[in-house]
């Protein structure tokens, strides 16, 4: 019955991992991301918003809702004691983890006040928790949201399409920068990183003579 009540109050009160990773006072990243003990930690089994990440409310109206998320997730959990159980490791080198607050666990916690989803195609641990989130339209469910790896997902593709060369032979990336208008060849040591935003005024060119009669510098001169 404590238990119950507690769980009502704060929804703190259910089986916590061992604690065999990083524990200590939580720092949040994002809606998903921590730093524990000094140690990042990338919660297992859960996908929060990431933080540039938009909704729409039940309005149509535009929401930033994984800042909301960020900032939920700050005023419940940051600076409370964490425990860690290290299921894995990211390719950010990231400590993949279930944590624990005062007894229950933190994903289980999130997914349930409707401030993530459950990350399915790595645990089904928290599926049943963001359906009944959804059903009662807590958090992220009151409107529409994308799911963040979809989101993520495009978020690349969109940098890959606005970073592939140009149509048929225009590889020369134009790059406007501190030092002004310069083009970089594909052989040039910083063409790798160049990135073109045609936003910005950038461009691609077909050939270092095109680039020359719009006003262009090589990068080497």
Known sequence: MACFALLALVGLCAAAPDPT?????????DGDTFDV??????LHGVDAPEAAQRCETPGGADWACGDWVTQEVTLRFAGREAVCAEVDTDRYGRIVARCAIEGRDLGEAIVSAGLALAYEEYSDAYVNHEREARDDGRGIWRGTVQDPADWRRGRREARAEANAPAPGECTIKGNVSGGGRIYHLPQD?????????????????????????AGWRHAGS
Do not use: M
């Not at 040591?189 to 009669?213: H, L, N, Q, V």
């Open 21 to 29: 990773g990083p524990a200590g006072r939580l720092v949040v990243v």
């Open 37 to 42: 003990g000094g140690e990042r930690v990338r």
């Open 189 to 213: 040591p910083f063409y790798g990183r160049t990135k073109i935003d045609t936003g910005k005024g950038e461009r691609w060119f077909c050939s270092e003579a095109e680039a020359r009669r």
